[in-house]
Antibody, heavy 116, light 108 residues
Framework: EVQLLETGGGLVQPGGSLRLSCEAS????????MTWVRQAPGKGLEWVSF????????YYADSVKGRFTISRDNSKNTVSLQMNSLRAEDTAIYYC?????????WGQGTLVTVSS | DIQMTQSPSSLSASVGDRVTITCRAS??????LAWYQQKPGKAPNLLLY???KLEAGVPSRFSGSGSGTDFTLTISSLQPEDFATYYC??????????FGQGTKVVIK
């Protein structure tokens, strides 16, 4: 059974930093690209970042480019999202998802709240 | 970027009703479209991919059709557990991956 478990969310002040992690199990992690998707309270889904299985390719939404960094450790089956210079509009539930073009398995999400 | 527009934004329906949700892409995406169901407080769940292929374990009352710019998700006979929000998602021209704004299905 595929499982994805996100951790690292919490309350952070504007301008602060936070690091999210997603631990995967139940599939061959290194063979799958991974994605972060977020959902602001009461809003729809927004793609945030993508990393290929080998880490050779990464992409970012314009809204987070230059502030967020995605990485992965295939030896630990984890993908991370380093979030710097956080803004109020980054407040959202952040989901990690396994990616074979579409997003076929999702974690339960971790809530990030940016507020003073 | 490809914009995805769903309609309606919300709909009310009764158990047993046939429900259709439409998704339109701002440019052709072939059949690179997925549909997700999201229940309150839960993560999205993949229903269909490649516009019409049912994900394993998804009930057959869900079906999808379309190609190019116009797509539909149909629930043939709405069940109590189907009241949720549904999102379409294009993965043809990426990045970015883009979603529709969602369609909330509520009980009439």
């Amino acid at each position: 059974e595929v499982q994805l478990l996100e951790t690292g969310g919490g309350l952070v002040q504007p301008g602060g930093s936070l690091r999210l992690s997603c631990e995967a199990s139940g599939f061959t992690f290194s063979r799958h690209a991974m994605t972060w998707v977020r959902q602001a309270p009461g809003k729809g889904l927004e793609w945030v970042s993508f990393i290929s299985g080998s880490s050779s390719t990464t992409y970012y939404a314009d809204s987070v480019k230059g502030r967020f960094t995605i990485s992965r450790d295939n030896s630990k089956n984890t993908v991370s999202l380093q979030m710097n210079s956080l803004r109020a509009e980054d407040t959202a539930i952040y989901y990690c998802a396994a990616t074979d073009y579409y997003f076929d398995n999702w974690g339960q999400g971790t809530l990030v709240t940016v507020s003073s | 970027d490809i914009q995805m527009t769903q309609s309606p934004s919300s709909l009310s329906a009764s158990v047993g009703d046939r429900v259709t949700i439409t998704c339109r892409a701002s440019q052709g995406i072939s059949n690179f479209l997925a549909w997700y169901q999201q229940k309150p407080g839960k993560a999205p769940n993949l229903l269909l991919y490649e516009a019409s292929k049912l994900e394993a374990g998804v009930p057959s009352r869900f079906s999808g059709s379309g190609s190019g710019t116009d797509f539909t998700l149909t629930i043939s006979s709405l069940q109590p557990e189907d009241f949720a929000t549904y999102y379409c998602h294009q993965y043809y021209n990426t990045p970015p991956w883009t979603f529709g704004q969602g369609t909330k299905v509520v009980i009439k």
